[in-house]
């Protein structure tokens, strides 16, 4: 008798109730041939009736309840430190999965060949519709680029990739690849860097073996990390574009919040640090110290000139340790540092990260 597949699929919330039900309602609707398909959600200390709402509407659903906002890292890493299956399922609780998606997902893990595909990442899709702009609106996606949406019920528009899986671009930041292209134009190769944890299957057996998700890295950049030690060991990444979700992009988090600045910050020196090749890490802490600069010339008093420069003072603070696991990370690597990064190469998008 075949022995199905364990896949667990894992939803990290905090505060966002309101969001919780469409997302579980597209993974409940979910059927994985040969698989058996569980959902944990890992609530982090939320205050909004997110429990009673699982409680009362989602009885089937597993529960993980922290005591502490753990962040998305930290919740993965709760949500899976007694799993033993096969397959982790990540979706993120402000996007929703397609049907058939999570099947299309497992299958290119198991698929004749893929015997070294660590992650299959999905083609995610912002939410709704957006049309040009000839500046900058409240409504842009990242509060920077040239696009609004479109007010429901009103006709045009396009649908915007918000990732084909993740980039490191030659700054060192880590990026979606295809941000903001437009769906009819992603022709995107299969093979990319990393995988984006707001939709993706990662194989557990690789993912554990490499350290799974650094919990310390709370929020940002935690999907990269992985990804690099991931590759570094031999593992690839598989861009499915057959699968898609849809990501009402921020809608838990507030990509322009002082929240986002100080992670994105302190997380991307880290990550680059542990794990890019030495010029790349100098121009990773060259861009962000002009960034720091611009900031505080700029606006000092605001609260994300603020958390940038905290984010910059821990990124320095923990050099040290940093360093170490530079080390200690890449022991034993299957790939040198170069080789690792090498298919960024053949497909980076704009920058999502901090400036």
């Known amino acids: 008798m075949t022995v199905p597949l364990h896949v667990r699929a894992v939803v990290v919330t905090w505060q966002a109730a309101h969001l919780l039900p469409a997302c579980l ?15 944990v959600v890992v609530d982090n200390a939320s205050t909004d ?55 299309v997902l497992v299958d290119a893990l198991r698929a004749p060949g893929a015997e070294r595909v660590a992650a299959a990442t999905a083609r995610i899709l912002l939410a709704g519709r957006y049309r040009p702009t000839a500046g900058v609106t409240a409504g842009s996606p990242d509060g920077r680029s040239p696009w609004e949406p479109v ?4 006709p045009g528009g396009v649908v915007l ?55 310390e890295l709370f929020l940002y950049y935690e ?47 880290t990550v680059v640090t542990r794990h890019a090749p030495a010029p790349l890490v100098l121009r990773s802490w060259l861009r962000q110290a002009a960034g720091l600069l611009r900031a505080l010339l700029r606006e000092p008093r605001a609260a994300r000139t603020r958390a940038r420069a905290t984010g ?19 022991r034993g690597a299957a790939r040198t540092r170069p080789a690792a990064l090498a298919v960024s190469a053949a497909g980076r998008g704009p920058r999502t990260g901090s400036a």
């Open 151 to 154: 007010p429901d019920g009103e």
């Open 223 to 269: 999907d990269t990390d992985l990804s690099w030690r991931l590759r570094a060991h031999g593992w690839d990444v598989r861009y499915v574009r057959e699968a898609e979700a849809r990501h009402r992009h921020a809608a838990s988090s507030g990509a322009t919040s002082p929240r986002f600045r100080y992670y994105n910050t302190r997380n991307s020196l």
């Open 161 to 215: 990739v918000n990732s084909t899986g993740n980039v490191v671009g030659p700054d060192g930041a880590g990026t979606d690849r295809d941000w903001l292209v437009p769906a009819d134009r992603e022709h995107a190769p299969a093979d990319v860097f990393g995988f984006c944890g707001g939709a993706a299957a990662l194989r557990w057996t690789a993912a554990a073996a490499v350290g799974g998700f650094d919990a």
């Open 25 to 39: 309602d597209s993974l409940l609707r979910q059927d994985v041939p040969g698989a058996e398909l569980e959902v």
């Open 49 to 103: 009736g997110t429990r009673e709402l699982l409680a009362r509407d989602y009885p089937g659903v597993r529960v993980v309840a922290s005591d502490t906002n753990r962040g998305f890292a930290g919740g993965v890493a709760l949500g899976t430190e007694d799993f033993d299956g096969d397959v982790v399922l990540l979706l993120n609780n402000d996007a929703e999965l397609a049907e058939g998606a999570a099947a």
């Open 312 to 330: 910059f003072r821990d990124a320095v603070a923990r050099l040290p340790r940093t360093l170490r696991e530079r080390r200690s990370l890449w």
